[in-house]
T-cell receptor
Framework: GAVVSQHPSWVICKSGTSVKIECRSLDFQATTMFWYRQFPKQSLMLMATSNEGSKATYEQGVEKDKFLINHASLTLSTLTVTSAHPEDSSFYIC???????????FGPGTRLTVL | AQSVTQPDIHITVSEGASLELRCNYSYGATPYLFWYVQSPGQGLQLLLKYFSGDTLVQGIKGFEAEFKRSQSSFNLRKPSVHWSDAAEYFCAVRSSGDKLTFGTGTRLAVRP
C-alpha cells in the first residue's frame, strides 16, 4: 500500500514551452502533497506544499507563476513548469502525506530536460 | 533554521561489512528525524524514524539508528551490508507544517 506514481518519468522539451507533471496517490487519499526539486548530487529542496482544494503554499524563492501547482482531487496533484528554460532542468519529486502528519510517501520522480 | 548535515558524500564498504552513515542536525526543539533510501527509478523509501522515546530505533531491511541529543546526531547503522543496499541515503528532519529538510545524501557503494 501507499504507492505514489509520477508521470512522465522523464521528459525533454524545448525552451519556452510548458510541461505538466502528474503526481498520483494510487491506493490512498492524500489531502496534502509536496513537490521537491533535486539537483544532481544534491539534496531535495521543498518547492511547495499542495493541499486539496486550496492554493499551494510556495517556499521562499520559488516562483509561483513559473511552477503552477494544482491539487484538484485527493489523489492527484500536478506541477506545470511554464515557459521552461534550461535552468529548470532538474529532477522533480512529489510526495503524499498519509496516516498522520509525519509520514510522506514519495513518487519515483520526473527527470526534466529543457533544451 | 533547521538543517541537516551528512558529512560523507560517498562511502564504499565490502559486502558483509558493517555500515554507519553519519547525520547531524540543527533544530531548536525536539527533532523528528528520518532516514530515507533512494534507489534509481524508485521513490524515496522510509527506513526508520525517531520522534521520542527509546533512542535506538529499528527500521526496515535490518537498519537501525541512534539518536544522540548531546551530539545532535542520528547515525544510521547496519551490521552486515548486502549488495542490494547500494543506493543513496538521506537523513531528514521535520520542521513546522510537516515540511522535511533533507541532508545532501550519502551514496553507498558495496564491493562484492
Amino acid at each position: 500500500g501507499a504507492v505514489v506514481s509520477q508521470h512522465p518519468s522523464w521528459v525533454i522539451c524545448k525552451s519556452g514551452t510548458s510541461v505538466k507533471i502528474e503526481c498520483r496517490s494510487l491506493d490512498f487519499q492524500a489531502t496534502t502533497m509536496f513537490w521537491y526539486r533535486q539537483f544532481p548530487k544534491q539534496s531535495l529542496m521543498l518547492m511547495a506544499t499542495s493541499n486539496e482544494g486550496s492554493k499551494a503554499t510556495y517556499e521562499q524563492g520559488v516562483e509561483k507563476d513559473k511552477f503552477l501547482i494544482n491539487h484538484a482531487s485527493l489523489t492527484l496533484s500536478t506541477l506545470t513548469v511554464t515557459s521552461a528554460h534550461p535552468e529548470d532542468s532538474s529532477f522533480y519529486i512529489c510526495s503524499a502525506r498519509w496516516q498522520g502528519p509525519d509520514t510522506q510517501y514519495f513518487g519515483p520522480g520526473t527527470r526534466l530536460t529543457v533544451l | 533554521a533547521q538543517s541537516v548535515t551528512q558529512p560523507d558524500i560517498h562511502i564504499t564498504v565490502s559486502e558483509g561489512a558493517s555500515l554507519e552513515l553519519r547525520c547531524n542536525y540543527s533544530y531548536g526543539a525536539t527533532p523528528y528525524l528520518f532516514w530515507y533510501v533512494q534507489s534509481p527509478g524508485q521513490g524515496l523509501q522510509l527506513l526508520l524514524k525517531y520522534f521520542s522515546g527509546d533512542t535506538l530505533v529499528q527500521g526496515i531491511k535490518g537498519f537501525e539508528a541512534e539518536f544522540k541529543r548531546s551530539q545532535s546526531s542520528f547515525n544510521l547503522r547496519k551490521p552486515s551490508v548486502h549488495w542490494s543496499d547500494a543506493a543513496e541515503y538521506f537523513c531528514a528532519v521535520r520542521s513546522s507544517g510537516d515540511k522535511l529538510t533533507f541532508g545532501t545524501g550519502t551514496r553507498l557503494a558495496v564491493r562484492p
